[in-house]
C-alpha cells in the first residue's frame, strides 16, 4: 500500500509538472496584443496658471 501511494503522488507531481506551465504558456500566447497602428497619445505639459489667469485671486 506504501507504495501504491508513492507511485500516486510521482504521477500527480509530474501532470501538474507538465501542465501548469503548458497551461500558462498557452494563456500567454492566447492573451492579445494592442494593435500596432494606434496612433500615440501625446502627453502635453501643464499650461502655465499664471498666463491663464485661474491661480490668481
Excluded: C, Y
Aim: charged share 15%.
Amino acid at each position: 500500500m506504501k507504495r501504491a501511494h508513492r507511485t500516486a503522488h510521482a504521477r500527480i507531481w509530474t501532470v501538474l509538472g507538465i501542465a501548469l506551465p503548458l497551461a500558462f504558456v498557452t494563456i500567454l500566447a492566447l492573451r492579445q496584443t494592442p494593435p500596432a497602428d494606434r496612433p500615440a497619445i501625446l502627453i502635453e505639459a501643464p499650461v502655465n496658471a499664471a498666463a491663464t489667469g485661474e491661480g490668481s485671486q
